[in-house]
C-alpha cells in the first residue's frame, strides 16, 4: 500500500506515525513515574539490603508486566486497525488516516514505543552523567528509579545504568509482536467462521 502513495503523502504518513507512537509511548511513560515515585523511592531509605533488594525487584517486576500488558494491547489495536483500515480502503474510502495507513502493524513499532518511553531517561542519564547536578540527581531517584536503583548499591551507577533500556524496550516490543499474532490468529478464525457461513448459505 505504501508504494502506492505519491511522496508528500509518505511525508504526512511518517509524521502521523510518529504521533501515533508517541501516543502509545505515553502510557509506558506514566506508569514508569508512577512506579519510580511510589514503590521504587522507599528503596532509598531502606538500610536493610534485604528489603532494598526486594523492594528494587518487585518495583521491576510491576514495570515490566505493565510494559508487557501495553505493548500486548498496542500490538493488539495495530491488526485490528490494519483489518480495518484494509476494509475502508477496499470500499474507497476518503479517511485519510485509513488511506495512508496510520496505526498499522508492524513489528519495529513496539520497539520504537519503548524506546520513546525511555527517552526522557536517556536525556537526563546522559546530562547527569557528564555534569553532575543536584536537578537531575533528583530526577533519577524519584523519576526513574527503575533505571537508578538496580546497581546503585554496587557502586557501578553511571553511563551503565543506560543498558538497562534494554528491558523495558524489549518488553514491550516483545509483547507487541505477541499481540499482534494473536489478534491475527483471532481474526484469521473470525474469517473462517464468516466464510463457512456463506458456504453454508
Given at each position: 500500500?505504501?508504494?502506492?502513495?505519491?511522496?508528500?503523502?509518505?511525508?504526512?504518513?511518517f509524521?502521523?506515525?510518529?504521533?501515533?507512537?508517541?501516543?502509545?509511548?505515553?502510557?509506558?511513560?506514566?506508569?514508569m513515574?508512577?512506579?519510580?515515585?511510589?514503590?521504587?523511592?522507599?528503596?532509598?531509605s531502606?538500610?536493610?539490603?534485604?528489603?532494598?533488594?526486594?523492594?528494587?525487584?518487585?518495583?521491576?517486576?510491576?514495570?515490566?508486566?505493565?510494559?508487557?500488558i501495553?505493548?500486548?494491547?498496542?500490538?493488539?489495536?495495530?491488526?485490528?486497525?490494519?483489518v480495518?483500515?484494509?476494509?475502508?480502503?477496499?470500499?474507497?474510502?476518503?479517511?485519510?488516516?485509513?488511506?495512508l495507513?496510520?496505526g498499522?502493524?508492524?513489528?519495529?513499532?513496539?520497539?520504537?514505543?519503548?524506546?520513546?518511553?525511555?527517552?526522557?531517561?536517556?536525556?537526563v542519564?546522559?546530562?547527569?552523567c557528564?555534569?553532575?547536578?543536584?536537578?537531575?540527581e533528583f530526577?533519577?531517584?524519584?523519576?526513574?528509579?527503575?533505571?537508578?536503583?538496580?546497581?546503585?548499591?554496587?557502586?557501578?551507577?553511571?553511563?551503565?545504568?543506560?543498558?538497562?533500556?534494554?528491558?523495558?524496550?524489549?518488553?514491550?516490543?516483545?509483547?507487541?509482536?505477541?499481540?499482534?499474532?494473536?489478534?491475527?490468529?483471532?481474526?484469521?478464525?473470525?474469517?473462517?467462521?464468516?466464510?463457512?457461513?456463506?458456504?453454508?448459505?
Open positions: 500500500m505504501e508504494n502506492n502513495l505519491t511522496s508528500a503523502q509518505k511525508r504526512t504518513a509524521w502521523y506515525e510518529v504521533k501515533d507512537m508517541f501516543a502509545g509511548a505515553a502510557f509506558p511513560f506514566m506508569l513515574l508512577i512506579l519510580s515515585a511510589s514503590i521504587l523511592s522507599f528503596a532509598g531502606s538500610g536493610d539490603i534485604a528489603l532494598y533488594i526486594v523492594i528494587v525487584a518487585v518495583g521491576e517486576i510491576l514495570l515490566l508486566a505493565s510494559y508487557f501495553f505493548g500486548r494491547q498496542s500490538g493488539i489495536t495495530s491488526v485490528r486497525r490494519l480495518q483500515n484494509t476494509k475502508k480502503r477496499q470500499i474507497g474510502t476518503k479517511d485519510k488516516s485509513a488511506l495507513g496510520v498499522e502493524y508492524s513489528a519495529y513499532k513496539g520497539f520504537v514505543m519503548g524506546l520513546i518511553s525511555c527517552v526522557p531517561y536517556i536525556i542519564q546522559i546530562i547527569y557528564s555534569v553532575p547536578n543536584k536537578v537531575c530526577m533519577l531517584v524519584y523519576l526513574f528509579g527503575w533505571a537508578f536503583y538496580p546497581l546503585y548499591f554496587t557502586g557501578l551507577a553511571g553511563w551503565i545504568n543506560l543498558v538497562l533500556i534494554v528491558f523495558p524496550i524489549g518488553v514491550h516490543g516483545g509483547a507487541y509482536i505477541f499481540g499482534a499474532h494473536k489478534e491475527w490468529d483471532k481474526q484469521r478464525k473470525v474469517f473462517e467462521m464468516q466464510n463457512g457461513d456463506k458456504k453454508g448459505k
